[in-house]
């Protein structure tokens, strides 16, 4: 297999108004009444410095009371660039980042945390980092984004979405250097931390084009009759940068 590692950074584009060239644009999605519906904190404090993007939201504010996944991201970027493993080949994705939680709710991973997706949108699939203060998540899933075709199968569910936990692997603010590695012509699926693998899945099924995304979110469900619960005064302090990705062909 050769290849070569391909820098993803400019994170200037997320400050400037008119940057020659953007790299990342506010996450979001189109809502049912025609409007789009962008995850963005009004009034998060953003950063970038030594190619790191740094982005400070406390508190989170943003909330959907309908939409549980548009209630979960209070902060995002997506890639302006997708990518695709070759068809018998294999796609690495690495980079670096740190998770500041302030006011969350003990260690309660799913009250406040920052993120780093792998999204195959058209499918629903994504794959994903959460950490918060002392606790990391790989998760697995596949989702009814707007516009998305899920499969249906004879076996298994068509949406849904499969977390593990690793608790007292990480500090608050600590820096990590996290990978994800899908093999397509294996079927399998990797979470690094640190150069050791966290999590195998195997038997995945095919990932097409992919956007990266990077995010400060809650996970806790909305409550029938009462609407959104993720906010209550927590937020979180986030680091991303060192992104890099690399499709091998076999």
């Not at 796609?91 to 195959?120: C, K």
């Not at 977390?163 to 979470?191: C, I, K, M, N, S």
Request: hydrophobic letters at 45%; a negative charge.
């Amino acid at each position: 297999m050769a290849s070569e590692w391909a820098d993803v950074g400019g994170f200037g584009c997320v400050i400037s108004a008119e940057p020659a060239e953007r790299n990342w644009i506010p996450a979001g999605f189109p809502i049912a009444n025609g409007g789009f519906w962008t995850f963005r904190e009004p009034d998060a404090v953003v950063i970038v410095q030594n190619d790191r993007l740094r982005v400070a939201a406390v508190p989170f504010t943003r909330s959907n009371d309908e939409m549980q996944f548009l209630d979960n991201a209070k902060h995002m970027y997506f890639s302006t660039r997708a990518f695709e493993a070759p068809k018998n080949g294999r796609l690495t994705v690495e980079w670096d980042m740190a998770a500041q939680i302030v006011g969350a709710r003990g260690d309660d991973l799913y009250d406040g945390f920052v993120s780093f997706h792998l999204m195959d949108l058209a499918a629903g699939v994504a794959i994903d980092v959460f950490a918060a203060n002392r606790t990391l998540a790989t998760v697995y899933a596949r989702l009814p984004f707007p516009g998305a075709s899920a499969p249906r199968t004879d076996s298994g569910p068509r949406y849904f979405s499969l977390f593990d936990e690793f608790r007292g692997v990480t500090e608050p603010g600590q820096l990590h250097r996290y990978a994800l590695v899908y093999d397509r012509g294996e079927a399998t699926l990797e979470w690094h931390l640190d150069g050791k693998c966290l999590k195998r899945e195997i038997s995945v099924p095919d990932l097409g084009p992919a956007l990266l995304a990077l995010g400060m979110m809650t996970e806790k469900d909305i409550v029938p009759g009462k609407g959104s619960v993720s906010c209550h005064g927590q937020g979180a302090v986030a680091t991303w940068g060192g992104i890099r990705v690399k499709a091998e062909a076999r």
